[in-house]
């Protein structure tokens, strides 16, 4: 079948299901979000489409155009195809690549519900989207306009080379001819009606862009302000740390260097961080030494919730004196061999630490750190550090091998968790984006219910090396010791580890697989 023949079968369809959308009857139609802004569509609008066959490129007769804005779009990119109950994307372009869910279409991929379509790979995202509404709901107004756009306009120099036959073929027909010429000025007034209302409709438009910017100026003032905000908690945090290095309280270990607010979402639904975060605990260390009346409080960090009941953090928020620098000779440093040796030489229960962990609604649970389970086993030990209390041993872990982490079963009665992939976490590809929960420099503790920071990452080398998931562009800090990390999969956040510590905008993330 040629081209030609093969482009008026597809008019004639075309046509025929816009009859049958315009005299109100219902036909199979599906939306078009667009989610990236351009000259012809601006970010999150939509176009409803109802016939069973539209391109989609910068070409006037594509059904679903670009402008010169677009380059990278080619004048035919790809078509979207509806076949029976199936709708597929089929790829048009010789030079410019199609991508669904950011994987490349060879030939074709059967479309769902969702999928969101990338004409080139810097090129405008579009998102699929089926829909339940019945087209015989849409005003006669719309769906002539409809009519119009997809059954039409694609298919009109097809359609005039089928007119062109049929009048050659009824040439004797006087009658054929008046009715033809009746329908033409039906359709004229059509496309009055429809130029009228496509006016109305840029309008409306430029209306909305208006409004839109007015929006994203308000909201820029807003971001601009709690920069500010955060630089003046970041100076007040940073003068308590070197008060509390001066007084006679131990301060807590410091696991992470501190980092820029954390990156925005992007396309993750906030429904799905919502529902992760209500598991996320602020944590808090009280140290008490037999001898002393009070418990000192000496560092937070961050803890949550898996679905199987255990509560998890990290080691060195439950066994801060562990991880000790003996080449460092700061104070803090001095302070936390001093409870290390106190720990291992001393009688059990010399040394006592509880975790006061308060979630975001605000409940409170006491756990004592000797409840945790922690891997131990490739600590390092010391027998000849003078911490001027006699001979003794040091026992040190390194945040490298792994056994940064730690876990408490709790009564699960009433609290459930955050779901796990305890298998795919050990199977990351290089530059996949996680998505982390904690809070940073100790913000939880505000006195109200504490809400947990949101910031990413992207997975920095494929697999786990050394038992780790290495990780670039994290977004995290002092706090985040022991915050959950996360993937998208299936429509949920799933957890595949937790944050060990970071070094500049690097770091390392304990694969969930490695609690046993």
Known sequence: MSKATNKIGTGVKAVGTGLKMVSGTDVPA?????????????????????????????????????????????KKHAAIERRGPETVLKQLSQTNQTFINGRPVVKEWFLTNGDEIQLSANGPRIRYLTTAAKTSTIGLSKRIQLFAQQSLRPYRRALITLLVLFLAGAAASAYLIVTLRTDNQRLQSAYKEINQQTSAQQAAIKKGDSLFLAAQKETANKLAAANQENTSLKQDLSGLK???????????????????????SGALLPKMIEQVSRHVYFLKMYLTIAGESDRTFVGSGTGFLLSDGRFITARHCVQPWAYVNLEAQKEADQRWLLVNWLYYNRPKGTIKLELELTSPENKTIVLPAEKFTVRDGQDLYYTDIDVGLGPGKVQLASPEDGSDWAFCSVDTKSLIGVPADPVGCSQLKSGTVLHVLGYTFGLGDSGEAPSPFYSTAHVSQTGLVGGLINVTNLSAAQGNSGGPVFVEKDGQLVNVGLVSATNSDAGMVVPISALK
């Open 242 to 264: 070197q008060a509390l290095e001066k007084s006679n309280k131990t301060p807590p270990p410091v696991r992470v260097q501190p980092v820029a607010v954390p990156a925005s």
């Open 30 to 74: 599906y939306t078009l979000e667009f989610l990236t802004k351009s000259e012809k569509h601006p970010q999150n609008t939509s176009q409803t489409i109802v016939v069973p066959y539209v391109e989609l490129g910068r070409d006037g007769n594509c059904v679903v155009t670009f402008g010169k804005d677009t380059p990278m779009v080619s």
